[in-house]
């Protein structure tokens, strides 16, 4: 079993799934639209709907990252997409370089909250919230950090 992070967005997955390609330096992308399916008679969804991206994936660096629209339909019952500071992506254990080339590419259009920088406990920490309002952390040395703390 695995755990990714999956992001949501209304309407802008394909905006975002082209950032992150470019951003991450993905190796696989793959994408499927709502309309890949055909049309439910009883439900038919409107082109702009149909043209929302259903599943995606990103593969970089042996991570996997997916986005996907919730179309209208779909908000009726999960409740409205909005921008939100609880979730987190968390690079960590990368060399100093990746995570430098990473972070210049997701600070495009964002806003760094702590640059890239030497810290006590890493290497390689910085934090920053990209343009579609996703918060990312580096630290190079997360793991060898906490294996310190044996409790």
Same mark, same amino acid.
């Given at each position: 079993m695995k755990a990714i992070t999956y992001l949501q967005f209304d309407g802008k997955a394909e905006e975002a799934l082209s950032?992150?390609?470019?951003?991450?330096?993905? #190796?696989?992308?793959?994408?499927?639209? /709502?309309?890949?399916?055909? !049309? +439910?008679?009883?439900?038919?969804?409107? $082109?702009?709907? !149909?043209? *929302?991206? *259903?599943?995606?994936?990103?593969?970089?660096? &042996?991570?996997?990252? @997916?986005?996907? +629209?919730?179309?209208? /339909? @779909? !908000?009726?019952? #999960? &409740? $409205?997409? #909005?921008?939100?500071? #609880?979730?987190l992506i968390s690079i960590i254990d990368a060399d100093s370089e990746m995570n430098k080339q990473i972070f210049e590419g997701l600070s495009e259009g964002g806003t760094v909250i702590m640059p890239i920088s030497s810290t006590p406990w890493s290497?390689? /920490? &910085? *934090?920053?919230? +990209? $343009? /579609? &309002?996703? *918060?990312? $952390?580096?630290n190079s040395e997360a793991s060898k950090f906490l294996d310190a703390f044996v409790e």
């Open positions: 950032y992150y390609e470019k951003a991450l330096p993905a #190796t696989s992308v793959k994408m499927v639209r /709502f309309g890949a399916f055909g !049309q +439910d008679p009883n439900a038919p969804l409107t $082109k702009e709907e !149909q043209n *929302m991206i *259903m599943e995606s994936r990103i593969e970089f660096s &042996g991570n996997i990252l @997916m986005i996907s +629209d919730v179309p209208p /339909f @779909m !908000q009726a019952v #999960t &409740g $409205k997409v #909005t921008k939100g500071n #609880t979730v290497a390689s /920490f &910085g *934090m920053l919230v +990209d $343009k /579609f &309002g996703i *918060m990312w $952390k580096f």
